[in-house]
């Protein structure tokens, strides 16, 4: 992920290559091409949202839509760890004219929620609605109402034959105070003739390659460069918490289930074994909490 601005600081833009972290959540949920393309897509507009925050700072993205995959959950940090999830990974729909369905997996109706964790006591919070459900044109109506700062996003997932992802990217162009009408006008003229962000990938172009086309006609000075990685903060720590917030009621209950249970991390599939001994110890804990 590379971001920029222009050296007249009318322009500012960020742009990233998310082939490995979207193919990493594709493994991890096994999903369908057009639930990869969906999650992708969503992965890489929280990179591009979030490169603008700090160190120990999170940006998460949450899509509630009408269509069949119901609910996207993606997270980024500024220091490139990105994870999500898609709630139903098995849904599948035909490609139509070529182009996988993710305005109708998605959902012209809901909502999309954008969450920054800021290290307040509150995350900063914004909500609009759907418009088209393809994600990319909603994060642009998210900026440009919600945070106000008019703004053009391309996202892109291209899924190969045998299901893997062979490209996956995007970019996000903001428009500062002090842009004139035609300085505005060139740079949605490039944006408009530019190749779409997986063909440009496909052709090896880097996300520094991408700004140069997006704010061509403007010298660009560029602000830094960020590995990006799937990464999942949870651990046995975290959902012993979670086990814990859910009440001594159901710590019984699961207590009662041969041989312990078996809880899933919904970001990254990993499975965590609580045996009877381990709930029991959780039970004390809670119970000593309560009291
Ligand atoms: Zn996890």
Redesign the pocket.
Known sequence: MVRAISACGRFRAVAAVTTGVVEALRRRHNSTPVATAALGRAMTGAFLLGSELKGGQRLMIQILGSGPLRELFVEATPDGEGRGYVRHPQVDLPVEGGKIQVGKAVGGNGSLTVLKDLGLKEPYRGVVPITSGEIGKDLAYYLTVSEQVPSAVALGVYVEPDLSVGAAGGYLVQTLPGATEEEIGMVEANIRTMPLPTELIRMGREAREILLLALQGYELRFLGEQALRFR?R?SRHRLTSVLIALGAGEIEGMMLERGGIDVT?E??R?TYHFSREALQAILRKASGRGA
């Open positions: 999942c949870c991390c970001f990254c990993r």
